[in-house]
């Protein structure tokens, strides 16, 4: 049946032959809601393609389109590629490749959008209701509570909001299928595809479903699969809190001239013991925000800031050390304003083709529930549940209280379609194998995910990158990106066991790090 609608689908998909320069090739593909019964609705992904430049690659070949996936699951593709340097691209890909990006469905620029809310209105009476983390509950002890109301007040509302149908519809399973409805349309059998984190999860559900597809598959920052269908999330903290000491670590060989945090202190461990006395301070006493009457920088705040700069540490963390030395000295202007949602703008590439378009965090946060609930098999039965799950993943990481909300959120859910492919995620042959990415202090998908996922694809390999971040991108290795690219030009492996350092340190950058990590 995928192959009867690609010969539809190469109607609405329109790919312009490589044009001069990076001129950008922007379009909408149209999948059917669901594979099994196409007239129950249509989906429009929307695409972007960065054509190849086949004129300065070594052999002059073109070698056809690589789909990436950012993760979420709730990442624009669309967005994703336009944000990617060009000096990235190249490292990774060459200029043999046309280099896709899609919003999956519901998501980004794709329609019909989700929508869970009647109006703003509605969503802010909801958002009053509910606690963006569940830490600190000793001051808080109803956060919890108040959570589960709300989650199952969401579950309701998304039912009821739910007017073109598509909830049902948005889940990694239908994903995949999309992803090999656009690479047929493109001409091609089969598929080339760079995913990270989630995208790691839809990148071998794919595998699993269609293992004789698979042209090139780069999978990293790698998600455990068995987990995130069952909707546990915080397990993937495992190796949290030693990203944490890695910036602790790197911020006092640096010392106090280049990462101001550092101070006078003695050791490593005396900075991260430094951090964590500076989040036990703003709980009792928040730290106001010159110049925004009311508002200050609390312990959720903080910690919010603090975990998210483990994902990007070579992009954040000297903002960070700033930050908490500000902090600290009773300032939290650069905390708060690192601590702001952000709602990813329409660049000006794409400005004509969607220009009063914003996908606001509100939006990006609405998709990661719908599609990693509907794929959850099961969630939380009862608040008893609930704050069992809670105990057992503050024993794995600190950090545990910045995802519970996941987890939570879904035990409200209530869309989970029987029919959908959760698993297992395993093939006893691909038709080419898969190169794994792990990072060894990666603060949310852990190196031990990347070998357990190898294992369930024989022949794959993992590529080891000695450094913290989430996915090899986030760190500059060029001895990482030397493998990816030989990788997708050749299809040569890594060795078994192979580890990859980085090129310099956080605090320690060269003058121009352009393109050398995201």
Known sequence: MISALSSFLLTSLVLLAAAQSKATKFDWSSVPFNYSSPDVGTAVIALVRLPANVSSSADGEYRGPVLLNPGGPSGSGVNFVLGLNSRLLESLFGSSF?????????????????????????????GATRHSHVSNTTANPTVLDDNWVSSDTLGRLAIENDREGILPHVTTDNDARDMFSIVEAMGREKLQYYGISYGS???????????????????????????????SWTPGLETADDALALYAKSCFNAGPNVCAFSGNASSGDEVLQNVLDLLDAVIASPVPVPGFDGKSVDFNLLKAVIFQSLYHPYTIDPRLSKGLLELSQGNGTLISVMGTP?????????????????????????????????????AATSLDEIKAIYEEAAKISSFADNWMTIEEACAGWKIRPESTFRGPLTAANTSFPILFIGNTFDPVTP??????????????????????????????????????????????LPEPDTTCEVDFDIFNPPNDTTGLYF
């Not at 598959?217 to 269908?229: E, R, S, T, W």
């Not at 590439?349 to 794929?375: H, K």
């Not at 357990?452 to 590529?463: E, Q, T």
């Open 98 to 126: 046309d280099i896709v990006g899609f919003d999956p469905r519901g998501i980004g620029r794709t329609t019909p959008p989700i929508r869970l809310f009647s109006s703003d209105a509605q969503r802010d009476e909801w």
């Open 201 to 231: 999860v839809l990148g071998a559900t794919f595998a699993a479903l269609f293992p004789e597809k698979i042209e090139r598959m780069v999978l990293d920052g790698i998600v455990n699969y068995d987990n995130y269908f069952r909707g």
């Open 342 to 378: 952000t709602d990813l703008n329409a660049t000006n590439e794409i400005s004509n083709l969607s220009p009063d378009f914003v996908y606001s965090s509100e939006m990006q946060s609405e998709a990661l529930t719908t599609v990693a609930c509907s794929d959850a098999g099961r």
């Open 447 to 492: 190196l031990s995910a990347a070998k357990r996922g190898s294992a369930k694809f024989p022949g794959s390999v993992v590529l080891t990158q000695n450094s913290g971040g989430h996915s090899s991108l986030s760190s500059p290795s060029n001895c990482s990106r030397k493998y990816v690219l030989q990788y997708f030009l050749n299809g040569t």
